[in-house]
């Protein structure tokens, strides 16, 4: 199980002395992965993360741009068998630490930690003055060992959040996976809707998407992993991320049809990962027009779905 802990300086002694990948890890991909798997010493694994993201602090009007919550970003670090996740309020007052005062209060003083991994393109401090380089040289004036983890990249690309962002936008989900090095997965409880898809014949189970980067608006094949609940496992199903055109101004979820699937999940979390992008979201000439179309969408989603 991993322990979150979002207050500095630790009190618990046996949460100091892990040895750490440090980064803000949104959607975990290969890069990240590797700052991870550089970390695995004689010593507890930990990730040293902030939240709310930087940027959320920095540019509070951008457009939505993470690809995962915080739940999910938990829940894909317990899979990698990190043991501590130091989930630092990232506000004024960090912010406003120099380089040298953030090793100082938070790395060395505050979490304890035995060893700091990071990208080579990380900078830390007010300003963000401070570079790994800089990292290395503080850390070593306080006896905390440091790694430099190098750029990942696959077929001669970067790998970054930015470019699974643009495959995302894109409706290239596989492409995402690629670089992800797992499906990219939207989790979080399921809320009441209007009903109208078990109206149709399509009961499906509603999430919000707010504060999430919105992937190409449409139909999607996915896998749904049910994780509390009475019916916990992984199932598969057919999607809809959008606005719902057919019925007015809407703002964007995820609406999971689960195959042969029968019970009630109201306020139960899931995990829905988009396999493959089926087609745009389209407004029909009535309602029959509609369940036909979504037959269809079922047909193709169970049949991408089986030769998973």
Known sequence: MINIHRH???????????????????????????????????APLGIVSFEPHPRQVFQPDAPPFRLMNPESRAHRLEKLGVRHLYELAFDKALAGLSPEAFVDQVLAKGLGVSHVVVGSDFCFGKGRAGRAADLERLCAARGIETTIAPLVALDGIEVSSTAIRLALTEGRPRDAARMLGHWHRIDGPVLHGEKRGRELGFPTANMALSGL?????????????????????????????????MFG?????????????????????????????LRPELKFDGLPALIAQMNADCDEARRILTAL
């Open 8 to 42: 500095w300086p630790l009190t618990d002694p046996a949460a100091r002395g892990a040895s750490v990948a440090m980064g803000n890890f949104d959607g975990v991909h290969l890069g990240h992965q590797a700052v991870i798997d550089a970390a695995r010493r004689d």
């Open 249 to 277: 101004e809407n703002l964007p979820n995820l609406e999971s049809f689960i195959f042969d699937f029968k019970g009630d999940l109201y306020g139960q979390h899931l995990s829905v990962a988009l396999v493959e992008y």
């Open 213 to 245: 980067h919105l992937p190409r608006l449409g139909v999607y094949a996915v896998t749904v992993d049910i994780l509390t609940g009475p019916q916990l496992g992984r199932y598969h199903g057919a999607a809809s991320l959008g606005t719902r055109p």
